[in-house]
């Protein structure tokens, strides 16, 4: 997306609503733009993070989508989309083991008291 010379850059939060706008259109290389640049504001947003992998996962970018997904989870393991991404990424590269490892930590977590 371009924006005139104006525009003020909206928070955190709003980046990443753009960058899933800017997927769910097929745009992908905007939102690589916009993940990296809510990346770029804040490096310790697991959700950054989470959302950058995703749209490499769609991408087909498998090896960089993991390593994105597990940055996610490394700042924060409850990031549950991050679990979701490698389970996939797993099952694509024939570790069924490791898919179903991701899997079962998530399932793990939803059943501890918050």
């Not at 990346?39 to 490499?56: H, M, Q, R, V, Y």
Request: no cysteine; proline share 6%.
């Amino acid at each position: 997306m371009k924006f005139p010379s104006t525009y003020i850059s909206p928070p955190v939060g709003s980046e990443e609503t753009m960058t899933l706008a800017a997927s769910m259109l097929g745009r992908f290389d905007e939102d690589l733009a916009m993940g990296r640049r809510a990346i770029d504001l804040d490096p310790l947003n697991a959700d950054s993070w989470e959302n950058f992998g995703e749209t490499k996962f769609f991408m087909g970018q498998l090896d960089e989508a993991a390593a994105d997904s597990k940055k996610a989870l490394e700042l924060n393991p409850d990031v549950v989309a991050a679990h979701s991404v490698l389970s996939q990424i797993y099952v694509m590269q024939g570790r069924p083991q490791d898919a179903l490892r991701e899997i079962e930590l998530v399932r793990s977590d939803s059943k501890r008291p918050k």
